[in-house]
């Protein structure tokens, strides 16, 4: 693989493990009428097995000295910004069934992807993501724990979220100062809401986890909000992170 060192403006930390690299594109089972797309293929470590697959790939790449790598491997690449870009307008001239996404992930714009991905409206079957293990601990959090909160409950509306294993620091080049993980995100079925708004909502619930949610609901009927609480075992002095998803989707309807 070509010298091309890490930019840490742009959060890059290459992944060289050849046994992870093989097992994050075995998450996914693909068939030749779907596509593949990789955001920040880097140096191509993770491309070379996914264009394997035999299905269509496209992928995002900031970074223009990755070209003379990258195109010893595909030359389906957008050279630009992906949370600058409108990917339903990048892939309209692509016809595909499923949609996948896989990337490794820089730690510090973990989120502003995923929620980039979301609000396209782009149907999306399963993505895989290396992310920072805390991120994925709070990702894969369940209530009661420390760890749930309001993305947790966000993500879990549009998807199954599970993690797949733990990735070592060390399995990257430079070492970062943490370790990563490997999550995967089934998509489920869902009701539709105001992606926008229902987030704002959740925000405003765990706005303080210390306070119970009346607290953090104040500009809210909370006679209604009560109801439904009550109607699923709750009591008026729960908070936030004692609640399931399912329950903040009826909370949320009360305010629309």
Excluded at 118 to 132: A, D, H, P, T
Excluded at 139 to 165: I, M, W
Excluded at 196 to 209: D, S
Excluded at 227 to 239: A, M, N, Q, W
Aim: proline share 3%; with cysteine; glycine share 4%.
């Amino acid at each position: 693989m070509e010298r091309i060192p890490a930019k840490k403006s742009l959060g890059q930390n290459f992944l060289k493990d050849e046994t992870v690299l093989q097992k994050i594109a075995g998450v996914i089972s693909v068939k030749d009428e779907d596509m593949i797309l990789e955001i920040g293929p880097g140096k191509g470590a993770l491309t070379k097995y996914l264009v394997k697959k035999g299905c269509l790939y496209v992928a995002y790449e900031i970074d223009e000295r990755m070209k003379s790598v990258l195109s010893s491997y595909t030359d389906k690449i957008f050279w630009k910004d992906f949370l600058k870009s409108d990917i339903n307008q990048d892939l309209s001239s692509y016809t595909y069934e499923s949609f996948y996404v896989v990337a490794n992930i820089p730690y510090y714009i973990t989120t502003p992807i995923i929620e980039h991905l979301i609000q396209s409206n782009i149907k999306i079957s399963e993505m895989v993501l290396l992310v920072q293990k805390e991120v994925a601990d709070r990702f894969c959090a369940k209530p009661h724990t420390k760890d749930y909160g309001y993305f947790t409950v966000f993500l879990n509306y549009y998807f199954e979220v599970s993690k797949e294993f733990d990735v070592s620091r060390h399995c990257f080049d430079p070492v970062p100062k943490v370790d990563s993980s490997v999550v995967h995100f089934k998509s489920k079925e869902k009701v539709d809401v105001d992606t926008k708004l229902y987030f704002k909502f959740l925000k405003q619930c765990f706005a303080n986890k210390r306070k119970t949610l009346k607290n953090n609901l104040k500009n809210y009927d909370w006679s209604l909000m009560l109801v439904i609480l009550e109607k699923h075992g709750y009591k008026e002095t729960v908070r936030a992170e004692e609640i399931n998803e399912n329950v903040f989707l009826e909370l949320y309807y009360q305010t629309v």
